[in-house]
């Protein structure tokens, strides 16, 4: 298969920029009729049409319009944007020119996480690299298009990843997230039109640009287009970051991929999207692909790609008690549901894997992730933890139930700590 | 064009304002561009909230106002979702009614519940809405998170943090009304908190107005905190007297003890805030120096008297010099109808009367472009627009009616001036306490004859004309303390004695007598 975003990670990129030269003979509006065409869709998580959201920046505005390069990656289970970052930094930076040249964007930032002072560093050499060559700057390659892109580190919170709150957070507020809509396209980072986008969304721009939306689209199933990376992580043999083409069997990719599970152990069960989505018992996941539509069908999503797989040992209370903790970590406590609600689920979740559960606790688990979620909060933070909880205590009920009857863990002796 | 047209044009201009809404299947008309909660609570469909307030921006982060709108898939906050011409909420049917016992129960999982020893117990919103709409008993049994329980924010308002529902209503007031930045949340999640920025403290001229927009006992003012249980209070509506803007406030008192003022809405005047300063100038009304009994002077010290003795002196003197000045000094302290009266008193009975004005007068006076007036007396548009021609000044010898406290220079000449008899109108002997207050030189028994207890405006009706120009009535609360007498009252029993009866009876008919006299007053915008 050929590979669209990790082509280069074994060598310098020495075709990078190579797309500028197409680029701006194209308009802009043909930019984002071509994106539109490749059915290039959003890798942060939420899988929504690239070209679309470019299209609702309002024609007419007398604005600036900001371009923003969601690099706040901190999913639990993906460490897809590291990569492209570490091992190639000019892709995300060509993307991000060619997203700035269609929306009509002279400035964009990367907002990126703060814990990534290494990838920072080389992202921030990399656009000086881009700078002195004149991929950057005034009138780039005499095409009389600007851009200059800076680098905004986070503060290390999960939530401003979520595009608004890493908005707030950009222009040096609390990062809060903000009620939609208005959606960003129209008023965004200073009450301007803003695109965020992520980077691996960003980093597929050069070969639709290059060899066409037909193609992009030649890759993937028909809504699904092109390949995803995907963060392998938990008991596999060769965890990793994997590209691989969309519609990807998951039973293929934990096989030949990642190794299989490791110790000859069977599987239990796994997450194909980061930690926000419901986890899939071993025998749904066998029959589930890698693409965006197999796996909602599922009843989970592709999200960011964070893949993690568990094995038949696995505590899956404890699982639970992980994933609880973090939301309530990280929870940005402005709207009420989910301020009280994750940490009400973690302590649930705590006192059963401690073996101090009531039976009544799994009926409540369910009843507080559903006044959690569907709307209920101004972002899908709450959701993020709610619908795992549900998929959790619904599908692997009976080791909830155990945990309860026996008053304690019965995987203690036997879980990797 | 004819009046029909105007009619016409006026009916097309509302209809074209106004669209149709369903509201629990019922109908209603509602203004155009407003949301759908201020449209529910126009049609007394009660939606619970709490981080919602009208004059503040909308933060939506509470959710307790969620409700169902036709034909969308997820529940939206109804402070903030605008009306539009044929949408059919729900605000009432089992999914909204669990939605809102589901946020009831978040907000409470790590409240407190310490109500029994919380002062906003009985006006809280939380107690309020958890008895509307939720009455379901807690299913937590974990630890509650603990946080700071008394932390001073600023020299007037206590926070308990652990009761605070992080609405951010107190933030978004000193960000967007008080414009002093001064309130924030930190830390995250449940653990949220609310504070001061480091190195502020709140201390805005409005502080206590975050107590009034808490709506739960977060909040408190420290002067109020622990004072009273406020289901005793009677609320009275009333008027600031604290300067000339004429806040009009809520007066909280029990047992003839008046424990707060909050502001009352009035879109006009003040919204629906108030100064600190203004707030805490109930004080005077309580305060130890008031005077409840007649005083008379004898060699040189006050002596308690009865009004019958009281007054029956003062006619004798007025009997034994017919033919001295008699002089009224009215004050923009003073309510309209005292004034009036003092005037009318002294007009009718002694008709070469002269008057003089006094008022308040502070070395720094406060004052901003928001509410705070640096003109401290209620009332200095009546004297303005009574247009009373006044006397040269206080250095004429003869026999005084003073109302309310005169400046330290108007004592002094005053003293100067050997009067005949100074009758002072009074409800209490001044603020000794406060700097550029009296000093012992100028003390009553230097410059009064006989004191005469009138209610603070707390205890009688009366008007104020504030500094737009506003007749502003402030009610009666309670029955005037001791033996304190209204000024009419005073002066009608004073007017028999002294052979030329006044027939004012109450002070409706007070009231009534002062408008025929003054139309002008009759014509002020209420």
């Not at chain 1, 690299?129 to 200059?148: H, P, Q, R, T, V």
């Not at chain 2, 981080?51 to 909308?58: F, R, T, V």
């Not at chain 2, 004034?339 to 901003?368: G, I, M, R």
Request: proline share 5%.
């Amino acid at each position: 298969m050929e590979l669209i975003l990790s082509k280069n990670w074994g060598a310098p990129n020495r075709s990078a920029y190579a797309s500028l030269q197409k680029l701006f003979k194209m308009t802009p509006a043909q930019v984002i009729e071509e994106v539109k065409a490749s059915g290039l869709r959003g890798r942060g998580g939420a899988g929504f049409s690239a070209g679309v959201k470019w299209g609702f920046i309002p024609k007419d505005t007398k604005k600036p319009i900001y371009l923003i390069c969601n690099f706040d990656e901190s999913e639990p289970g993906t460490f897809k944007d590291r990569a492209i970052a570490e091992k190639d930094p000019h892709m995300m930076i060509e993307g991000m020119i060619i997203a700035a040249y269609a929306i009509g964007a002279h400035t964009a930032y990367i907002y990126i996480r703060g814990e990534f002072y290494k990838q920072w560093e080389i992202v921030e050499a990399a656009l000086k690299e881009a700078a002195a060559k004149g991929f950057l700057g005034k009138n780039i390659l005499g095409s009389k298009f600007d851009l200059d892109i800076y680098q905004h580190r986070g503060a290390g919170a999960y939530i401003c990843g979520e595009e608004t709150a890493l908005l707030s957070s950009l222009e040096g507020g609390r990062g809060y997230p903000r009620i939609k809509p208005p959606f960003p396209a129209i008023e965004g980072a200073w009450g301007c039109p803003t695109i965020v986008n992520n980077v691996e969304t960003l980093s597929n721009l050069p070969y639709i640009i290059n060899n066409g939306a037909a193609a992009f689209k030649k890759f993937g199933t028909e809504k699904s287009s092109g390949t995803k990376l995907i963060s392998a992580s938990g008991h596999i043999n060769k965890p990793g970051v994997y590209e691989v083409e969309m519609g990807l069997p998951i039973r293929t990719f934990v096989e030949e991929y990642c190794g299989g599970v490791w110790k000859g152990r069977k599987l239990k069960g796994l997450v194909p999207g980061g930690s926000s989505f419901p986890v899939l018992t071993a025998e749904e996941a066998y029959n589930v692909n890698l693409d965006f539509e197999s796996c909602a069908a599922a009843g989970t999503s592709l999200g960011s790609g964070g893949f993690y797989v568990m094995d038949e040992t696995t505590c899956m209370v404890r699982m639970l008690q992980f994933t609880a903790k973090f939301y309530e970590h990280e929870s940005c406590g402005q709207c009420t549901p989910c301020r009280e609600g994750t940490g009400w689920v973690s302590q649930i979740v705590k006192r059963i894997e401690e073996g101090n559960g009531r039976d009544r606790d799994l009926q409540l688990l369910i009843d507080v992730s559903n006044n959690m979620m569907n709307g209920r909060t101004i972002c899908v933070f709450a959701d993020a933890l709610a619908m795992p909880v549900i998929s959790y205590v619904t599908k692997f009920r009976k080791e909830f139930e155990e945990h309860v009857r026996l008053g304690k863990c019965p995987y203690a002796s036997t879980m990797v700590r | 064009m004819s009046v029909w047209e105007n009619v016409r044009t006026l009916v097309r201009w509302y209809a074209s304002t106004m669209v149709k809404i369903k509201i629990n299947n019922k109908e209603v008309e509602v203004a155009e561009g407003t949301t759908v909660l201020k449209a529910a609570l126009a049609n007394k469909v009660d939606i619970p909230y709490f981080c919602y307030h009208p004059k503040l921006s909308i933060s939506g982060n509470c959710r307790m106002c969620l409700v169902n709108i036709k034909g969308q898939n997820k529940p939206v906050i109804s402070c903030r979702e605008r009306v539009r011409e044929g949408m059919e909420v729900d605000t009432k049917s089992e999914e909204v009614k669990k939605m809102q016992q589901g946020v009831l129960e978040f907000i409470l999982v790590n409240h407190p519940l310490d109500c029994p020893i919380c002062d906003q117990s009985g006006e809280c919103d939380l107690q309020d809405n958890y008895f509307k709409f939720s009455k379901f008993p807690s299913r937590l049994e974990d630890q509650k998170i603990h946080k700071p329980k008394v932390k001073s924010l600023g020299p007037l308002v206590t926070l308990d943090d652990e009761r605070c529902i992080v609405c951010t209503r107190c933030v978004r007031f000193c960000d967007e009304v008080a414009g002093t930045h001064e309130l924030c949340v930190t830390e995250r999640g449940g653990h949220s908190e609310l504070t001061t920025y480091p190195g502020k403290e709140l201390k805005n001229p409005y502080s206590l107005c975050t107590v009034d927009v808490c709506p739960v006992g977060a909040l408190t003012s420290t002067d109020f905190r622990f004072k009273k249980r406020v289901w005793f209070l009677k609320t009275t509506p009333s008027i600031c007297t604290g300067c000339a803007t004429g806040c009009n406030i809520k007066m909280d008192w029990d047992d003839s003890v008046v424990y707060r003022y909050r502001p009352r809405e009035n879109e006009a005047v003040n919204q629906c805030w108030m100064c600190d300063e203004g707030r805490l100038s109930y004080k005077f009304i309580n305060d130890a120096n008031r005077v409840f009994e007649p005083l008379l002077k004898k060699h040189g010290e006050f002596e308690e008297i009865t009004w019958e003795g009281a007054l029956k002196h003062i006619a004798d003197i007025c009997y034994e010099n017919p033919k001295v000045h008699y002089i009224g000094v009215l004050s923009a302290q003073a309510s309209c109808e005292e004034n009036f009266t003092l005037h009318s008193f002294l007009k009718n009975v002694f008709p070469k009367a002269q008057f003089l004005t006094t008022k308040k007068e502070v070395p720094h006076p406060s004052h901003d472009e928001f509410l705070i007036d640096a003109d401290k007396n209620p009332n200095s548009n009546f004297l303005e627009l009574l247009e009373i021609k006044e006397a040269d000044d206080f250095a004429k010898e003869g026999i005084y009616f003073v109302l309310e406290h005169l400046t330290n220079a108007q004592k002094e000449a005053l003293i100067m001036a050997k009067p005949k008899m100074v009758v002072w109108l009074a409800s209490n002997l001044g603020d000794v306490s406060l700097a550029g207050g009296t000093s012992p030189k100028l003390s009553p028994p230097l410059w009064a004859d006989v004191i005469l207890p009138k209610p603070t405006f707390a205890e009688q009706e009366g008007h104020f004309i504030n500094r737009q120009k506003r007749l502003q009535k402030a009610n009666k609360a309670f029955e005037p303390k001791g033996h304190a007498r209204p000024v009419w009252m005073a002066l009608a029993e004073l007017s028999r004695k002294l052979d030329k009866p006044l027939d004012w009876n109450s002070y409706p008919n007070v009231f009534k007598e002062m408008s025929q006299e003054l139309k002008w007053i009759t014509q002020l915008q209420r």
